[in-house]
C-alpha cells in the first residue's frame, strides 16, 4: 500500500498533498507540504491530523474527510470562508509568514477502501495581490473624492502642461468651466502678461523636478483679477520621468485686500488720511541710519497749530476734527512728492524734508505759515484765523539716532511758542531757549517723583485785613522736598508743571492734604477766618476734583465757610465756561472765590460780570511800585473802586512794607499780603501764630 501511494503522491509536485483515512490519520505527506509545515515526514505520517495541527475548522474537515472517505464526495475548503487552513509559512519580502492557502478534498480509491486526499495550494501572493489593488482602488476612490471636494482649487496636466482635469473648486474661483480648461496649456488660463517672466521661471524649475511654491495674480473668465497662492509639483514615475503635473491654488484675493486695508489703516490716521506718527517713525529711522554713511542733509519739522484748543473748546470737537482735515489738505497741496507729512498727534503735525538744508526749509516754513495765516476756518457762525508754531531740526551723518532727531524739533517747536507762536525756531546746540527748555524736563522728572513719593509740603503766608479786625485767612502755598530733605522755592518747579500740563496734579495733592489738615484740626482753626487755595487752569475743567471736594464738604469732614479757591485771571478767561460752573457749584455749599492777579490780563474788566466771585487779588506788579509810579497807584484804585462797586472784596499782593500797608489802608483796600504782613510758614505753625492787625 505504502508503494502505490508513494506513486500516487509526487514529492515534486509544487502544492501540498495529505492522505487521510476515514479515521483521520495521516497515510501519506508530500515534500512540498512537509517543507511549509516545517515538521518532520516521520512525526506527520501515522498521526491523526488533528494531533499534528490546531485546527480552527475541525467539524468542517470532519466532515470533508467523511464525505471523502464514506460516499467518495469531493469538497473545496475556501480560502475566503475558511483562510489559513493549516498552519503553512511562506516567504514573503524575505520573512516566514503565515501562508494564505485554498484547500481542495477529493475521494480516491486502493484496495477498495476510500481515502480523503487534501490537496493545498499557495495563494499567498494572489491574494496580496488582490489586497494591493482593493487597498489602491480605495485610495484613488479616496483620492478622487478628496480632490473633487478639495477646499483648493486643483489642476492635472499631462507632462506638457496640457490640462486633463480641474477640480469643481477651481470652476468656482476662475469661473471656467472643466470643458474651458481641459486641452489647454495651464497657463495660458486667465493670463497676465507681466507674468510671462514668472511662468518661465515656474516651467524651468519644474524640468529639474523641484516643486515652485508662490503667490501669482491671475484672470478669471471673464477678465476679473483675483490673487492666489499657488503650488506646482510634478509627478515623477520609477524611471525618474515626469508624468503630470498637479497644481493646487488657494484664492487669497480677499484675504490680500484686507491685509492691504488693515496695513493701510495700521500706518494711516483715521481723520486726515496722513501717515501716522508709527509710520512716520518708521520712515524717519531708516532715513537717519541710511545717512550715516554718507553727506546728504535732510530737514525734520515739528508743526503745531495754535489755540487748536480754543476752537475744540467753543465750536467742540467735531469742530475740531474738520479743523485737521482741512489743514492737512492745506499742507499736503503744498508738499513735494518727495516729502513725508504725517499726523503725529492730536493738533500736530511732522514733515520731513528729503535732500533739503535748514536755508531752503526755513524758506518752507515761510511759506506755511504764511498759507495758515490766509486761510480761514469757518464753523456755523464762527470764523477762526489760526496760526502755527514750527521746531526745525537738520539731520546728518552726526545723528545719532532718530529719538534724538526727535527730541531737537520737540524742543525747536517749544521754543516757537514760547517766542509769540506763528514763527518757527531752528535748533541749535548752543541755545539759551532750549537749554531752560532742557531745565524744566529736569524739573518735571522731579514733580513726577516727588507727587509719587509725597515729597511735598504745606506752607501758609497770612491775608491780613487793612480795615477791620476781623480774622485773618491764609493761602496754601506749596515747597518741593528734595532727596536730601531741603526745601526747593516754587519758583523753581511750579512753571515746568504748568509747562509740562502737572499743574493739576499737584493742585490735587495740595487740595486732598489740605482737606485732610482742616479735618485733624478742626478745633484748633476758629481763630483763622477761611484757608485759601489755588488752581490751576486744568483743575477748572477736572469734573471729578470738583466732586471729590463737594464728597469732603457733604460728609460734614470740612467747613465750607473756611475753604476759599484763588483762580488766576488768565486761567478763568481761558477756561470761562468751566470757571463758571466750578464757582457756581462750590458757591452752592458756601465756598468763597478769589480772582487772582487781576489786572495783568487785557480784558480784565470785560469778564467780571460773568465771574461771580467774592475777592479781587490786584496784581503784585502794580503794589510793589505804586509809591513811586502814579500808574500803578491809579490802576490799583481804579481795580479796587470797580471792585467795590460789584460788592467783591479787594486784596493787595507784594505789600513789603509799612509805607504801601499805609497807604493800601487809605485807598480802602480790604486785605493786604505779603512779606511786610507775614512770611510764609509751615502750616503747622499757623494753628498758635499771631499776626499784628491794623
Known amino acids: 500500500m505504502q508503494k502505490l501511494l508513494s506513486d500516487i503522491v509526487f514529492d515534486n509536485t509544487n502544492c501540498g498533498l495529505l492522505v487521510i483515512d476515514g479515521s483521520g490519520s495521516i497515510i501519506d505527506v508530500n515534500q512540498w507540504f512537509v517543507k511549509h509545515s516545517k515538521k518532520d515526514e516521520s512525526s506527520l505520517i501515522g498521526t491523526n491530523l488533528f494531533d499534528c495541527f490546531e485546527l480552527n475548522n475541525e467539524i468542517t474537515i470532519k466532515r470533508a474527510i467523511e464525505h471523502a472517505t464514506s460516499y467518495g464526495m469531493s469538497s473545496i475548503l475556501s480560502s475566503a470562508l475558511h483562510p489559513r487552513l493549516f498552519p503553512l509559512y511562506t516567504k514573503s519580502h524575505k520573512k516566514d509568514t503565515l501562508m494564505e492557502q485554498t484547500c481542495y478534498v477529493k475521494s480516491v480509491s486502493f484496495d477498495n477502501r476510500r481515502y480523503a486526499l487534501f490537496q493545498v495550494q499557495d495563494v499567498t501572493d494572489s491574494v496580496n495581490r488582490e489586497k494591493l489593488l482593493r487597498n489602491r482602488t480605495q485610495e484613488l476612490s479616496i483620492f478622487s473624492l478628496a480632490v473633487r471636494h478639495s477646499p483648493s482649487a486643483v489642476v492635472i496636466t499631462d507632462a506638457l502642461g ?21 486641452g489647454r496649456p495651464y497657463f495660458s488660463l486667465g493670463r497676465l502678461s507681466s507674468n510671462e517672466s514668472i511662468e518661465e521661471n515656474i516651467w524651468r524649475m519644474l524640468e529639474q523636478h523641484r516643486e515652485w511654491v508662490g503667490e501669482r495674480c491671475n484672470l478669471k473668465k471673464g477678465g476679473e483679477k483675483y490673487w492666489a497662492n499657488e503650488h506646482i509639483y510634478p509627478l515623477i514615475d520609477r524611471n525618474n520621468v515626469i508624468t503630470h503635473y498637479v497644481a493646487m491654488q488657494d484664492d487669497v484675493t480677499q484675504f490680500r485686500n484686507m491685509s492691504r486695508k488693515f496695513s493701510y489703516q495700521a500706518a494711516h490716521d483715521s481723520l486726515t488720511g496722513l501717515i501716522n506718527r508709527q509710520e512716520f517713525e518708521s520712515i524717519l529711522r531708516t532715513t537717519v ?44 497741496r503744498h508738499c513735494a512728492s518727495s516729502d513725508t507729512l504725517a499726523r503725529i498727534g492730536g493738533d500736530e503735525f511732522a514733515l520731513l524734508l528729503i535732500a533739503t538744508d535748514v536755508s531752503q526749509a526755513k524758506l518752507i516754513c515761510e511759506m506755511l505759515i504764511k498759507l495758515v495765516e490766509d486761510f480761514r476756518f469757518r464753523w456755523n457762525e464762527h470764523v477762526f484765523k489760526l496760526g502755527i508754531s514750527i521746531g526745525v531740526t537738520e539731520i546728518t551723518r552726526h545723528h545719532n539716532n532718530y529719538v534724538e532727531a526727535l527730541k531737537q524739533v520737540d524742543s525747536a517747536c517749544y521754543a516757537a511758542k514760547e517766542a509769540g507762536r506763528n514763527r518757527y525756531h531752528v535748533y541749535q546746540e548752543d541755545d539759551k531757549v532750549l537749554a531752560q527748555r532742557k531745565d524744566d524736563t529736569y524739573w518735571a522728572t522731579k514733580i513726577n517723583g516727588a507727587l509719587e513719593n509725597d515729597r511735598l509740603a504745606l506752607f501758609a503766608q497770612p491775608i491780613v485785613p487793612l480795615q477791620t479786625h476781623d480774622k485773618i485767612s491764609y493761602e496754601i502755598l506749596v515747597r518741593m522736598i528734595d532727596e536730601s530733605g531741603n526745601l526747593i522755592p516754587p519758583g523753581l518747579f511750579l512753571p515746568a508743571a504748568e509747562r509740562f500740563d502737572l499743574s493739576h496734579r499737584i493742585d490735587k495733592w495740595v487740595i486732598d492734604n489740605t482737606l485732610a489738615w482742616l479735618c485733624q484740626h478742626h478745633d484748633d482753626i476758629n481763630h483763622i477766618d477761611h484757608i485759601s487755595i489755588n488752581l490751576s487752569g486744568l483743575s477748572l475743567s477736572n469734573e471729578m476734583l470738583l466732586q471729590h471736594i463737594i464728597s469732603a464738604i457733604k460728609a460734614n ?80 484804585k481804579s481795580i479796587n473802586d470797580v471792585g467795590q462797586v460789584m460788592g467783591m472784596e479787594t486784596i493787595a499782593e507784594f505789600v513789603e512794607n509799612d509805607d504801601i500797608r499805609k497807604r493800601l489802608e487809605e485807598m480802602g483796600i480790604n486785605y493786604g499780603q505779603g512779606y511786610g504782613l507775614g512770611k510764609p510758614v509751615p502750616i503747622d505753625e499757623i494753628i498758635h501764630s499771631t499776626v499784628e492787625l491794623a
Do not use: W
Open 162 to 182: 496640457i490640462i486633463e482635469y480641474v477640480n469643481p473648486k477651481f470652476s468656482e474661483i476662475t469661473d471656467f468651466e472643466s470643458y474651458d480648461c481641459i
Open 289 to 332: 541710519e541710511d545717512n550715516e554713511q554718507g553727506d546728504e542733509t535732510h530737514v525734520l519739522c515739528f508743526i503745531d497749530i495754535d489755540q487748536f484748543k480754543l476752537i475744540n473748546d467753543t465750536c467742540g470737537h467735531v469742530a475740531g476734527d474738520e479743523l485737521l482735515r482741512q489743514i492737512s489738505v492745506l499742507f499736503n
Open 557 to 636: 469732614k470740612v467747613e465750607a465757610s473756611k475753604l476759599s479757591f484763588e483762580i488766576t485771571e488768565t486761567a478763568a478767561i481761558a477756561n470761562l465756561t468751566h470757571a463758571k460752573l466750578f464757582i457756581s457749584a462750590l458757591n452752592a455749599y458756601g465756598c468763597k472765590f478769589a480772582l487772582d492777579d487781576f489786572g495783568s490780563g487785557l480784558s480784565s474788566f470785560a469778564y467780571l460780570k460773568n465771574l461771580k466771585v467774592d475777592m479781587l487779588k490786584i496784581d503784585g506788579m502794580f503794589i510793589k511800585d505804586m509809591l513811586e509810579d502814579p500808574i500803578d497807584e491809579a490802576m490799583v
